[in-house]
């Protein structure tokens, strides 16, 4: 690979809402210099409010973030495909060529105290 070019990941959610934004504003933020990072989901269901507010806490800005559905980077070509959620690993279409990996992080809490969701 040549090395002035960086990889393109692609975080891969249900609905594109907390846990791939988290992912692709985390790996910006920490290695940025190496990957572009980009989030999808199945559908597009709106970013969460207190996924910017934690990722602000780490300092990765999501404030300019928008939720997004595969389909629109259906023509972009990606070195890497993470699956964050298991209906997405399930529902995932098919990229040839490319490493797809797959972790399942729960889904953020969305019940308690703005405390509570924040922790």
């Known amino acids: 690979m040549n090395q002035s070019r960086k990889s393109k990941v692609l975080f891969i959610c249900k609905s594109n809402s907390a846990r791939s934004q988290m992912a692709e504003a985390l790996l910006r933020m920490l290695y940025g210099d190496r ?5 999808a989901g199945l559908t597009a269901t709106g970013v969460d409010p207190y996924a910017i507010k934690v990722m602000e806490q780490l300092g990765a800005d999501m404030s300019s973030h928008r939720s997004k559905i595969l389909d ?3 023509e972009m070509d990606f070195d890497y495909v993470v699956t964050v959620c298991d ?3 399930e529902s995932c279409p098919y990229f040839p060529g490319r490493t797809v990996l797959h972790h399942n992080f729960p889904k953020p809490s969305t019940e308690g105290s703005e405390a509570e969701i924040v922790q």
């Open 87 to 89: 209906q997405a690993k």
């Open 72 to 74: 629109e980077f259906k």
């Open 35 to 39: 990957y572009e990072s980009y989030s």
